[in-house]
């Protein structure tokens, strides 16, 4: 196997195009091998795989900075940078991230995991590169998806400007996890479409074989100046960035040939690649979508293997609904129909739905101009890329205290994605802002009642739900939920646990049939239920979050009773305050002792051991 003789990347230097070109199918092999058995971003690292293997041949890694925007699409990259030998550890507890992480190897030139990051990243680099005098090449790759984050587009407007040296690939497969959206998307498409680009592109790269890069430079320019006159409005142009290509990504020898001749030019330049995301496998290049992300497949007979019925699915069901009974509703999402539950709603009510891209920014402050219009919108939105939209929500909703929901999934610990992706911080980062309410339903039933509620009450609602399938709702149920009470599952005589979504299973099972242990469904996490606290506040309290312990639930309910004056035994059980890595969620909900074990221990260490150690 040629990929035995890899070890780095500078063992590709060696390698005939022949011997590379097989490189490419092993890794292809080994991808899906591996995917296969711990799932992964599959068809976005098999549509990289050329465009990787080009840029570390040409490039002298780690000298060089090779970047990739979310990281996702790295994985050819990790197994010719010394990983291979882990590979197969991807995604897993203790295992290689499924992202491109600064401690994982030198190779790895930025942490990824949120889009439209490698641009800025990138700036940073050359400006210290060139303050501190040094040589060496900065290189982002960024996929048509991720250009469409305004951190990307506000970074190239920089860029241009500073005219600093750095190569920009434009890794354009005219996919984000659903198909692309946005004005520069359709663009890019014409751009490919335009054959006669491609004709122009064909005969420059003929006489790239002869010519030395000097001259390139002026095909370069003549190009500029014909696309000038033929009114070619290449956005780039106008952000002052080189732009080349659509070039084929595909294409290994194309690939070097023309890296060889860019790696000389000063100023930023873009190259603009095609690829075909899923490239070399038949299911994933059909299917790009479910692809995208499959959790694990049979290599040889790869089908689609259904997640069981989701909290996603139960929001989009009930928003569906809702929106037969409610015609100001609106639904925007920032590229995550699928993962948010979405295809159903988008496909019944198009003209109430909007994709905008990677920006939840965007998302966020629309939602408020539709608010301050008279719709209802709702974003439906993971609690990780919120975090990209914290100042939307003050300033655009909060304050106006504006009627827009916010449908947060991925609430809590998410496992393989690892602590990009954990949605851990939501609780903490809007409970401070004044006019959001927050809560957190315990079945999809309540999520029903909390959405429609939600909707007539209006003002800035949070609603978050964890990653985790659900036992469905009927259809057409809107039972009715007396907005901002909790609700005590099971009484007790000494303690009572408060917990909300994932964390409330941990807690009737740790409160199993002890009579001396309460459980209380704390769904309303902000206002808290401070009628049923003070009442409370006569037995022990323990407080259990799938969430950063500090700035959390627990410590709401820690105010809220100093605030009362009120001073019972309170423990405080949530995450740690570290970044929690990739691994299995119910292992890493054990690590942090937020599961039923750890319940039962916090609730020893207050004096209610379990019955069976009287
Ligand atoms: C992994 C992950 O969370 C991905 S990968 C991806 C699509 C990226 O499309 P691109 O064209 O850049 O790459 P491609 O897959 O090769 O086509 C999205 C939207 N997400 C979710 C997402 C949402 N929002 C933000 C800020 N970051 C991420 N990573
Ligand atoms: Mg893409």
């Not at 700036?123 to 998806?145: C, F, N, Q, S, W």
């Not at 038949?282 to 997640?307: M, N, Q």
């Amino acid at each position: 196997m040629v990929l035995d003789k890899v070890n780095s990347p500078d063992d590709l230097k060696g390698l005939t195009l022949e011997e590379l070109q097989a490189l490419a199918e092993e890794i292809r092999s080994e991808i899906i091998r591996v995917t296969a058995q711990n799932g992964g971003h599959l068809a976005s690292s098999l549509g990289a795989v050329e465009l990787v293997l080009a840029l570390h041949r040409v490039f002298q890694s780690p000298k060089d900075r090779i970047l990739f925007d979310v990281g996702h699409q790295a994985y050819a990259h990790k197994l010719i940078t010394g990983r291979k030998d882990r590979f197969h550890t991807l995604r897993q507890e203790g295992g290689l991230s499924g992202f491109t992480k600064v401690s994982e190897s030198e190779h790895d030139a930025i942490t990824a995991g949120h889009a439209s990051t490698s641009l800025a990243h990138a700036l940073g680099m050359v400006l210290a590169r060139d303050l501190a005098k040094e040589d060496y090449h900065v290189v982002a790759v960024i996929g048509d998806g991720a250009l469409t984050g305004g951190m990307a587009l506000a970074a190239l407007n920089k860029i241009g400007e500073l005219g600093k040296r750095m190569l920009i690939i434009l890794n354009d497969n005219e996919m984000s996890i659903s198909e692309n959206v946005g004005a520069l998307n359709k663009y890019f498409k014409e751009l490919q479409i335009r054959k006669w680009v491609q004709d122009a592109e064909k005969l420059g790269r003929s006489i790239l074989e002869h010519i030395s890069p000097k001259l390139f430079g002026l095909v370069d320019r003549a190009k500029e100046a014909a696309k000038l006159i033929l009114h070619q409005e290449n956005p780039f142009y106008a952000w002052g960035i080189r732009y080349i290509g659509p070039v084929d990504g595909h294409d290994l020898k194309g690939l070097i040939h023309i890296l060889e001749h860019l790696k000389e030019l000063d100023g930023p330049t873009l190259l603009h690649v095609v690829t075909r995301k899923g490239k070399g496998y038949k299911v994933a290049e059909a299917d790009p979508i479910y692809w995208h992300g499959p959790s694990g497949f049979d290599p040889l007979r790869p089908e689609k293997v259904s997640k069981g019925y989701t909290w996603s699915q139960a929001f989009g069901d009930a928003v569906t609904e809702l929106a037969y009974l409610e015609p100001r509703l609106f639904v925007l999402t920032p590229a995550m129909r699928e993962g948010s539950g979405l295809v159903r709603y988008s496909v019944e009510h198009p003209d109430r739905y909007l994709d905008v891209g990677i920006c939840e920014d965007v998302a966020v402050t629309t939602a408020a101009g539709m608010a301050l219009r008279g719709l209802k919108p709702i974003v439906a939105i993971y609690s990780t890329f919120l975090q990209r939209a914290y100042d939307q929500v003050i300033h655009d909703v909060a304050i106006e205290a504006l009627p827009v929901i916010f449908a947060i999934d991925r609430a809590g610990v998410v496992g393989a994605d690892g602590a990009t992706h954990h949605g851990v911080f939501d609780i903490a980062y809007l409970r401070t802002i004044p006019n959001l309410q927050i809560a957190a339903p315990k079945d999809a039933l309540e999520l029903r009642a909390m959405l429609k509620k939600a909707l007539e009450i209006g003002g800035p609602i949070a609603i978050r739900y964890p990653r985790d399938n659900v036992e469905r709702a009927p259809e057409g149920a809107w039972p009715e939920i007396p907005w901002g009470r909790w609700e005590v599952l099971k009484e007790g005589t000494e303690a009572y646990i408060l917990a909300f979504g994932k964390t409330l299973k941990y807690a009737l099972e740790a409160a199993s049939d002890d009579p001396r242990i309460g459980v209380v469904n704390a769904r309303f996490l902000k206002p808290l239920d401070r009628e049923m606290l003070r009442a409370l506040a006569r037995y022990r309290l323990l407080t259990v979050e799938d969430h950063q312990r500090m700035g959390g639930f627990g410590s709401a309910v820690l105010e809220a009773l100093n605030e009362m004056g009120l001073k019972p035994q309170v423990k405080v059980l949530g995450l740690p305050d570290r970044f929690l890595e990739h691994g299995s969620i119910p292992s890493l909900h054990r690590q942090a002792g937020i599961d039923a074990e750890g319940i039962r221990k916090a609730l020893a260490e207050m004096g209610v051991p379990p019955t069976y150690e009287r």
